[in-house]
């Protein structure tokens, strides 16, 4: 039972790859209520994780996500100042997820949204990020302005897996 | 969350065996790709074996990590193996297409 509701969250956290799993696992917790199936979660997770990432790393040039056990930072991880923001708006069964940064942004939003494109292969980056977020979500817009910053946003219907695991 | 550590990198036979952590993304993949390359260089690694067992969670990150252990290891005729993959971690790489180039083995 999908009940009529309206909820909306807003997130603002540093640029640093620590926060990648915060981020996803809060998006993922906000849409909890609806009881969602692990599919839908995944999804969810993936398309967040992607978003942060690229925001991470291409919007504010922090290229290292060095997650070492001893905690250490090489010298060369210069970490640049930045915020990314999240916002999720829940109406009825629609999830909304909008992922900003106030980075270096994007001349050729086409060409990064290509398969397999990647402007960092030597930090063994795939290209897949976005064609990630499409196949995950329903809906997946960009936008974005050299030296201003990007936004995407995107959009799920929840509650559809029951009927897609019956129909497997 | 458990943190990966260099015990989960090894050498059997003729295999590097690297058991992933619970989350694989951008965060993780620098140390794994690291320590995978330090072991990939010894001449008696031909093949690369992803143990999935305890991963719950990756994105497009890991992706990158397989693609480039693949890109070092395939010239010289090496294979990379996915072991323990859980249905979400087959999607992905069902999505991405790696499960022409990695042998999943469930």
């Not at chain 2, 070092?72 to 249905?87: E, L, M």
């Amino acid at each position: 039972m999908i009940q009529e509701i309206r909820n909306e969250m807003e997130l603002s956290f540093d640029a640093i790859s620590d926060n990648e799993a915060f981020a996803r696992v809060a998006v993922a917790a906000f849409v909890s209520h609806l009881n969602p199936t692990l599919e839908e979660l995944s999804d969810i997770k993936t398309a967040v994780s992607e978003a942060v990432t690229n925001a991470i790393i291409h919007g504010y040039e922090n290229y290292y996500g060095y997650a070492r056990p001893d905690g250490k930072r090489l010298p060369e991880e210069v970490i640049h100042p930045g915020k990314v923001r999240i916002c999720c708006l829940l109406e009825k069964d629609l999830l909304h997820i909008s992922i900003s940064d106030q980075g270096v942004g994007m001349t050729d939003v086409e060409q990064a949204m290509e398969p397999l494109f990647t402007t960092k292969p030597e930090l063994e980056r795939s290209g897949m990020g976005f064609a990630f977020m499409e196949a995950f979500m329903d809906d997946l817009e960009v936008e974005s302005r050299p030296g201003q910053g990007t936004t995407v946003r995107m959009t799920k219907k929840m509650g559809v897996g029951d009927w897609i695991d019956s129909e497997e | 969350m458990e943190q990966i550590s260099t015990e989960d990198f090894q050498v059997i036979d003729n295999c590097l065996m690297i058991r992933l952590p619970e989350e694989v993304d951008h965060h993780r993949a620098g140390f794994i790709c690291e320590n995978a390359d330090r072991l990939l260089v010894r001449d008696d690694v031909c093949n690369v074996v992803f143990d999935f067992e305890n991963t719950r969670f990756m994105d497009s990150s890991g992706i990158g990590i397989i693609m480039g252990r693949y890109r070092k290891i395939a010239c010289f005729g090496g294979k990379v193996y996915a072991i323990h993959a859980d249905r979400q971690i087959q999607r992905i790489l069902m999505v991405s297409g790696l499960n022409k180039i990695v042998e999943v083995l469930v």
